[in-house]
């Protein structure tokens, strides 16, 4: 079952179309890769999906229900959280400071639970909620460490960890391996997979091949802001249309 779906998504800037007729779908539960050379709309149609752009025409349905237009902090409410490309974290902060941010989405306040003590019990359920990822995580141990002491690979570790503790239906995770070297790639992997497999479903934008044949389930692949292919890592690594746009017809 289709937990999103792009329909007939087109987005323009002035004269220039990043996105053309772009339609795909996201069954819940899969890794589903968006793939494709530099400037071909992955990270556009990225933020139509997660409300920083509106498309100029077509519609984004997340369960039933048009998002399209929608702002950003209503989507991630509503399940869509995305991670992106630089690894934005609070450095003078701790892993654990960091991780309780991705809690503020769910732990709103308001006059009445401050009068009736009930702010106490939403920290002390938020405190729990991010004990609770990052041991998931494996960062439990290193709480208590600043985010500019983190290696590369747990800080992205801990990006993730801070989406997750908002505790998404759908995560868009927007290269998550770059400038990793290999062994950082295989335990970003392993991450991810067990995010998946924690009910998650994510959407990847990726350059890494590696990862995304790896990984995904399905690929919809984009060139020049329309879609080239769709299909298995299999029958996208075979496809004469991919190749010729990755490889020059090599």
């Not at 530099?38 to 556009?44: C, D, F, L, Q, R």
């Not at 509106?54 to 991670?83: F, L, Q």
């Not at 770059?178 to 009910?199: I, Y």
């Amino acid at each position: 079952m289709a937990i999103l779906e792009i329909k007939n998504v087109t987005k323009q800037f002035g004269g220039l179309t990043a996105l053309n007729d772009v339609s795909f779908q996201v069954e819940e539960g899969e890794i589903r890769g968006l793939i494709g050379p530099n400037g071909a709309g992955k990270s556009t149609m990225f933020k139509n999906i997660a409300g920083f752009y509106t498309p100029t025409s077509g519609n984004i349905v997340y369960r039933g229900e048009n998002i399209e237009g929608k702002p950003p902090h209503t989507i991630s409410e509503m399940g869509i959280v995305r991670t992106f490309q630089e690894t934005t974290l609070f450095q003078e902060m701790t892993v654990f400071e960091n991780a309780l941010v991705g809690s503020h989405i769910k732990g709103r306040t308001d006059i009445f639970s401050a009068v009736l003590g009930l702010d106490q019990k939403k920290q002390e359920a938020a405190s729990e909620k991010v004990m609770e990822v990052l041991d998931f995580m494996g960062l439990s141990d290193r709480k208590d460490q600043y985010a500019s002491e983190l290696p590369l690979g747990s800080q992205r570790a801990l990006a993730l960890s801070i989406a997750l503790v908002s505790e998404p239906k759908i995560m868009l995770m927007d290269e998550p391996f770059a400038g990793m070297n290999p062994e950082e790639t295989n335990h970003m992997m392993d991450l991810t997979r067990k995010v998946q497999e924690s009910g998650i479903t994510l959407v990847l934008v990726e350059h890494d091949m590696k990862a995304v044949m790896g990984l995904c389930h399905h690929l919809t692949v984009l060139n020049f802001g329309v879609v080239l292919a769709q299909g298995t890592p299999e029958d996208i690594r075979n496809n004469e249309k991919v190749i010729e746009a990755y490889l020059g017809g090599a």
